[in-house]
């Protein structure tokens, strides 16, 4: 028996030795990067284009190759995707990379990228990334939600590159992309992201879907009641009476833009406060509860577990959309990707209903460097790629919501594509709007965004269910959210300095406010207030 | 001495080979476990602690632990994991009945296959015309619970290892699979159980609306009734083992507070608030009666004052479930001639917040029932003597009698075993279901303790927040399996 152990041990370092030497690290001829992403098919080619790029600005290992054997051992090192790449950059290469090797073109020199990127689609898990980016293994390069705060929770736990200097001197700092995303993509006064690709969500409308109601399409902009009234005619007229109801006017409205446009943000001015006890708050979410259970117009959570059931698994919305389910589609210029499946829809965008102030989120799928990584030098190469012509007219062609760099939204390509014509109105309007009305996140420095978000987004849950008054929501929210500040505080004194004097400057705000006086712009650290106070003539 | 070096060699060589494993555990699990202890002490939090991070680890002494005890999220997600486990008894219940009826021996007569056999005709020509006029979901939950229902009745016929095997289908199936499916059948709208459930609330609500609401008031107060009539039966049961010598003078009083529990619930409550004043002026008479006949008739034996403390504790504790589905009843009754006016609508199941919770401990039922404890039950079961049956049937024991006093006794062992691994198993679980089916919400009405530590360990980065949960957690877990082990152990043994 003991020998059979002894074989078995021994078979399994021979496995584990097998196995380390079959990793693409040591397989491939130049160092493999990994890209934590989603499993967009659209990456495929994302990254075939970084490789080119890579070539094309000299970022290249030359190997030069004398003997049909270093031919044969290098073509075996370099995967087939990468050596395309090569040869559509020096075709020449295929008599060493291609599938019918020439050995009389010898001796050659070939330029491999520095690099081979590949995708991680496994990974895109926030905990997941927490878990390995603390423990040394995490992707070089990894997307984060803009939205979510991820950008501000990974810095504060270190695992991000700070990239202020390297974007300055390599051409992807946030001059590169659209104002609004500064505070995106950076904390603290550094930028630790550069976007992928920019979102800001309208309201897609399929016209056909009105017309065959009888109605008219919605105008792009339009106030609450405006969006009521309109909502309620599409409902009965879509909906027969008595039956179960498969028509609603729009998927999803959203409550930070609303209550944005009540000129209300999440925290002060100063971020150093929770706001959310305010009427206004109370008004949007008591709106929303009419729109979702009363009016009907948009769909219950119930309604849409029951259309994901209907209709099979994950990505309905577009299919929904596309049948008339939903008049309208509350989602970014990438939807595009989707609908243009469906052929020349007849479409139209409009933007989320307001309460006066017209407002919308940006947003973005960014690109972050792993502090711990073993090629920090090429992943920043990614992300000037990124910024590059290259990759924005790649975004622009596939319709991947916007390009990272507002340069490229003024090109006929972008504007008007030969090949869609029923969308010429729409990209004019989605480049217009991120670079007019659209507004970044406020992320509070005192407390984390998912925990604040956790808070708010109980408190409207129980509101939607009944069990709190739509005051009380937003005071429990408030209460919960400002405990939280109260928490960092004391688990971080070093932050408790730079708190006071923000509220003694909150202090002065409000006193300036009080008297009607205009408030110094540099005084006000949200992003909304900021561009609000401009807005209503506050500001110095 | 030779045979001692080549016991020296054996035993080295051995410890050769468990190397690989004793390293493994040592590292990923002792190491962690103790180190998770340290943790929690301190205020390891990731922004601040990593390999990126170097600033002093400090000790904070017990600060994490108070901080859960006054933390309202703390005490909330427990009240979760708690509510849940209430499904323990009756997923215990339900692995005995189906074990029990995996075990029948069933070959009945030709009368009773001739009626297995029509029933099942019947049934499924009924699914079948009810699939053709499309309601093919509610055909289909009938047919699933008539072919339960006829299994429970008249037994297995034949084919025992497939049905033995289709019980056990759940424990073997991934659990994100199931969650999924489930998910799909407590779709409100298109749901086979919605399907099936609301033709009977629709007869219902034209049931209730076609009789006059005193009639539907008068079952609240059955209800109410029932919940008196169970902690007065508790409290005689308890009297009179008192006096009979059988439980302690502590056993008998400590215990109540779970008997009167439910009424004061019932006084909280908003929706029985107005009501449960009849509990309480019934529950004082008849303790006060009690008291009367303790005084005046003392008690027969003596016994010391702890004595019997499980067993009273147990029964409490079941009469203390029932009065609570008794009182849950009462206020559904109390409400339902109001609900049916405008016709009564299933629920939402895990979109809405009273019902996310029941959804999540139905499914898990429907996941314990055919689990390893409906196997351990059927290996207790053929491990029962025969004669033990031989010997009830002459002394002429009915078949009740024959399971009270033969098959329960014999399988308390395994019941206890299965009891101490469920609480612990309850405690610590709920995770996977919170996090592919609800992520927690609405509201955080699904969200457990051990989804708390997640979101706390990870999505917060507060490591040692996270550390302190799960070791109260363990402290739970550990204090209510020592407290099965000091009664329900006695109680197994006697």
């Known amino acids: 028996m003991k020998y059979f ?223 009521e009234s309109f909502g309620k005619r599409f409902v009965d007229a879509a909906n027969p009476e008595g039956q179960r109801r498969l028509f609603f006017f729009c998927n999803h409205v959203d409550t930070n833009d609303m209550i944005r446009s009540l000129g209300l943000s999440f925290y002060n001015e100063t971020m150093t406060r929770c706001d959310l006890d305010d009427p206004r708050y109370a008004e949007v979410l008591e709106l929303k509860y009419k729109w979702t259970y009363v009016d009907r117009l948009l769909p219950t959570k119930a309604d849409q577990n029951s259309f994901d059931t209907a209709s099979g698994y994950g990505g309905v919305s577009a299919q929904l959309f596309n049948r008339g389910n939903y008049a309208m589609l509350k989602s970014g210029r990438w939807m595009l990707i989707q609908l243009r499946k469906f052929g020349e829809l007849d479409l139209a965008l409009a933007e989320q209903p307001h309460g006066g102030f017209r407002n919308m989120r940006i947003g973005s799928r960014a690109a972050v460097v792993y502090k711990g990584g073993a090629h920090r030098d090429k992943a920043r190469l990614f992300l000037a790629y990124l910024a590059s012509a290259d990759y924005n007219h790649l975004i622009v062609d596939d319709a991947d919501a ?98 006071e004097q923000d509220v003694a400057r909150q202090k002065k705000i409000d006193a300036l406010r009080a008297q009607g006086k205009p408030v110094p712009l540099d005084w006000i650290d949200n992003p909304f207030h900021r561009v609000y106070y401009q807005a209503q003539g506050w500001a110095e | 001495m030779a045979s001692s070096i080549k016991q020296r060699r054996n035993t080295l060589t051995a410890l050769f080979f468990l190397a690989p494993n004793i390293i493994g555990v040592l590292t990923f699990v002792v190491f962690p476990v103790l180190f998770s202890i340290l943790l929690a002490f301190t205020n390891w939090d990731l922004r601040k602690h990593n390999m990126f991070k170097d600033e002093s680890l400090e000790f904070v002494g017990f600060e994490n632990f108070v901080r859960l005890l006054t933390e309202a999220d703390f005490m909330r997600y427990l009240g979760n994991t708690l509510f849940l486990m209430m499904g323990i008894p009756v997923s215990i219940g339900g692995a005995l009945f189906a074990a029990l009826l995996l075990s029948k021996d069933s070959h009945g007569g030709n009368r009773r296959v001739f009626a297995w056999l029509a029933t099942s005709a019947v049934l499924v020509a009924s699914c079948a015309m009810l699939a053709a006029v499309g309601m093919a979901g509610t055909g289909m939950v009938i047919l699933l619970t008539g072919v339960a229902a006829g299994i429970m009745i008249t037994g297995v016929f034949g084919g025992m290892t497939v049905y033995r095997t289709l019980f056990y289908t759940p424990h073997f199936v991934a659990g994100v699979a199931t969650f999924l499916l489930w998910k799909k059948l407590y779709n409100p709208q298109t749901g086979p159980i919605n399907a099936a459930l609301q033709p009977v609330l629709d007869v219902l609500a034209t049931s209730v609306n076609a009789v006059p609401p005193p009639t539907v008031y008068a079952l ?178 009915s078949r009740r009698q024959r399971f009270w006093h033969v098959t329960w006794p014999q399988l308390a062992p395994t019941t206890f075993f299965i009891s101490v691994m469920a609480t612990i198993g309850g405690l610590q679980g709920g995770f996977e279901m919170a996090r592919t089916m609800t992520q927690g919400g609405p509201a955080g009405a699904t969200t457990t303790l051990s989804y708390f530590i997640y979101i706390e360990g990870f999505e917060t980065g507060r490591l040692s927040f996270a550390a302190a949960v799960a070791w109260a957690l363990f402290i739970l877990v550990f204090g209510l399996t020592l407290f099965n082990w000091k009664f329900g152990n006695k109680y197994v043994n006697d």
């Open chain 1, 5 to 227: 152990f002894l074989i078995v041990f021994l078979l399994l370092i021979l496995a584990s030795v097998g196995l380390r030497l079959s990793a693409p690290d040591v397989q491939s001829e130049v160092p493999v990067t990994y890209w934590v992403t989603d499993p967009n098919p659209a990456r495929i080619e994302q990254i075939n284009r970084f490789h080119r790029w890579l070539i094309k600005n000299g970022h290249v290992k030359e190997v030069t190759v004398t003997t049909p054997t270093e031919a044969r051992q290098l073509r075996a090192r370099v995967p087939e995707t990468l050596a395309d790449d090569v040869i559509a950059m020096q075709p020449e290469a295929s008599a060493v990379l291609g599938p019918d090797p020439d050995t009389s073109k010898l001796p050659m020199t070939i330029r491999l990228p520095i690099c081979e990127m590949r995708t991680d689609a496994a990974n895109r898990d926030t905990g997941k990334q927490v878990i390995q980016g603390v423990s040394g293994v995490a992707g070089d390069v990894m997307d984060v939600w803009t939205g979510a705060g991820q950008v501000q929770y990974f810095e504060a736990i270190g695992l991000i590159e700070n990239l202020t200097e390297h974007a300055t001197a390599m051409g992807f700092d946030l001059s590169q992309t659209f104002p609004a995303l500064e505070t995106e993509l950076s904390a603290n006064g550094e930028q630790y992201a550069f976007p992928c690709n920019v979102a800001t969500q309208m309201l897609w409308v399929n016209r056909a879907t009105f017309a065959r109601f009888g109605l008219p399409a919605p105008p792009q902009q339009w106030t609450f009641s405006e969006f």
């Open chain 2, 220 to 397: 609240t107060w059955g209800c109410l009734g029932l919940m008196l009539a169970l902690a007065a039966w508790c409290m005689n049961w308890l009297r009179a083992q008192w006096r009979d010598g059988e439980i302690g003078t502590q056993a008998a009083i400590v215990p109540c507070v779970f008997v009167l529990l439910p009424t004061v619930i019932g006084l909280l409550w908003g929706q029985t608030q107005g009501l449960a004043w009849v509990l309480l002026i019934g529950l004082a008479a008849f303790g006060g009666w009690q008291m009367i006949q303790i005084t005046t008739r003392g008690r027969d034996f003596t016994c010391p004052r702890g004595e019997g403390f499980g067993s009273s504790l147990m029964i409490c504790l079941a009469v203390m479930v029932l009065q609570f589905i008794a009182l849950g009843f009462a206020a559904v009754f109390l409400n339902l001639p109001g609900m049916a006016a405008d016709g009564l609508d299933a629920p939402e199941w895990i979109s809405n917040y009273d019902w996310a919770k029941p959804s999540l401990m139905i499914m898990g039922l429907w996941a314990a029932i055919g689990s390893n404890n409906m196997l351990l039950y059927l290996a207790a079961l053929t491990n029962i003597p025969p004669e033990l049956y031989e010997a009830a049937d002459i002394d002429g024991a």
């Open chain 1, 402 to 499: 916007l390009p990272p760099n507002p340069a490229y939204v003024d090109s006929e390509a972008y504007l008007k594509p030969p090949k869609y014509p029923n969308e010429w109105d729409v990209h004019n309007v989605f480049s217009r709007t991120a670079q007019t009305i659209a507004i970044g996140g406020s992320f509070s420095p005192y407390v984390l965004d998912s925990i604040a978000r956790r808070h708010i987004t109980q408190a409207e849950d129980a509101f939607m269910n009944d069990k709190l008054t739509a005051e009380e929501a937003g005071e429990q929210a408030t209460a919960r959210v400002n405990a939280e500040i109260e928490r960092t505080l004391k688990e971080n004194p070093a932050l408790r300095d730079q708190y």
